[in-house]
Nanobody
Framework: QVQLVESGGGLVQAGGSLRLSCTASGRPSSYYVMGWFRQAPGKEREFVAA????????YYADSVEGRFTISRDNAKNTVYLQMNSLEPEDTAVYYC??????????????????WGQGTQVTVSS
């Protein structure tokens, strides 16, 4: 099993940047495909980005492509989400998650086995 803890959320003005971190414990994060999801009030949890075991392949939702960057440091058991050019529509609770399968299924939350508690990101206009 693996435990995931997110950090780095906060309040930022539109156009600003934030970097989220997700630190894994219990089992090395290198065992897992890692993803970021977000959930805005009244909406379903949606896929944001995913990264494979080595960090060599990434995948993004269309809504964040070109603005967000997912990366990982397996030596630190940490995955990052660098968010630039933030928009009010990016306001949500952001969750990291771990899966054991790579492919087009990484956009589906039901393929992730472990989840963090989430960190709030609020973008003001």
């Amino acid at each position: 099993q693996v435990q995931l803890v997110e950090s780095g959320g906060g309040l930022v003005q539109a156009g600003g940047s934030l970097r989220l971190s997700c630190t894994a414990s219990g089992r090395p994060s290198s065992y897992y495909v890692m993803g970021w999801f977000r959930q805005a009030p009244g909406k379903e949890r949606e896929f944001v980005a995913a990264i494979d075991w080595s960090g060599g392949t990434t995948y993004y939702a269309d809504s964040v492509e070109g603005r967000f960057t997912i990366s990982r440091d397996n030596a630190k058991n940490t995955v990052y989400l660098q968010m630039n050019s933030l928009e009010p529509e990016d306001t949500a609770v952001y969750y990291c998650a771990a899966a054991q399968i790579w492919g087009t299924v990484v956009v589906r939350r039901d393929y992730y086995n472990y989840w963090g508690q989430g960190t709030q990101v609020t973008v003001s206009s």
